[in-house]
């Protein structure tokens, strides 16, 4: 669909603020373990009867804990996901520490699937396996492109692994390819980059961007954002900090980057109003980002 026809259902159906906001306002949030990482998951509150919640998987950025994604993934969730974050511990070139492996895609399906059926568990029903999708930052975004090709290598994953079937769409922070010339991606990703990012250069995000191959694909740059423009705080202990400032509000830089990511998410689901806004109509309304996607 043009982006002037779904800006016109938008407008002819729902009333879009600037900036728009999540539809769920109350989140919960519990702890689990996926394959034996501790992770904790955020999903909406609701009364109102709902269909079973897509699964989001979030990628941790290298030495980032989970903790510092509370606000990034409690926001996501309330655009209608069951957010998952799990702490992923392993021993890369030497070094121990926390860092994503693509492999964590199938963990996540298979505990989205035993976590549907648990007796006790608080989102009994209510999740959908069937849909994955995937978020990440910094070296968690990385892997995450690597798995978007349908077949993640090392050192994202200890050996080739395909992608799960399940897997529906990426949207990722401060990662690209390494300068790779071709990202042959079998999902939708959208890269959303911070202009002030001092570690994940907004020209290689763009780079990056311009590497994928296959539409739909979405470039999200957030003006005055560094690094951990994703983070609950700047510069998270034991994670390489980012010597370039942040000038955007935290909470604002948070909001913004947990908004396009979710509405890329729902567009890929086919969700009309998520369409509307990652092709175009959100560049219109939000004033901290410019954006460049190919829609077809």
């Known amino acids: 669909m043009a982006v002037a026809a779904l800006a016109a259902v938008v407008a002819g159906t729902i009333a879009v603020p600037a900036p728009a906001q999540a539809a769920y306002h109350s989140v919960q949030t519990y702890t689990t373990s996926v394959n034996g990482d501790a992770a904790d998951v955020y999903a909406p509150q609701t009364s109102v009867a709902h269909d079973p919640w897509p699964v989001v998987l979030l990628l941790q950025g290298a030495n980032v804990g989970r903790a510092q994604y509370a606000q990034f993934a409690a ?31 199938a963990w996540t ?9 648990r007796t006790g568990s608080p989102l009994f029903g209510q999740l959908d396996a069937g849909r994955l999708l995937l978020l990440g930052h910094s070296f968690g975004g990385a892997a995450g492109l690597s798995l978007a090709t349908g077949l993640c290598t090392p050192p994202f994953c200890a050996v080739p692994t395909p992608a799960p079937v399940q897997l529906k769409g990426a949207a990722f922070y401060g990662a690209n390819a390494g300068g790779a010339p071709v990202i042959a991606n079998t999902v939708p990703v959208a890269l959303v980059q911070g202009d002030a990012d001092g570690i994940a250069a907004p020209a290689a995000g763009l780079a990056a961007y311009q590497s994928v191959q296959a539409p ?32 955007l509000d935290q909470a ?42 190919a829609a077809h």
């Open 252 to 293: 604002v830089s948070v909001e913004t980057v947990a908004r396009w990511s979710a509405y890329w998410l729902r567009a890929q689901l086919g969700d009309v109003v998520g369409q509307a806004w990652v092709y175009g109509l959100g560049d219109a309304l939000d004033t901290d980002v410019t954006t460049v996607f």
């Open 216 to 247: 739909p694909k979405l470039y999200v740059l957030v003006g005055g954002a560094n690094h951990y423009g994703i983070t609950n705080t700047q510069n998270p202990a034991g994670a390489r900090p980012d010597l370039s400032a942040q000038t």
């Open 75 to 105: 926001k996501v969730a309330g655009y209608g996901f069951a957010v998952v974050v799990p702490d992923h511990f392993q021993v890369l070139y030497g070094q121990p520490g926390l860092y994503a492996t693509g492999d964590e895609a």
């Open 109 to 117: 399906v298979a505990w989205a699937g035993a976590e549907n059926t």
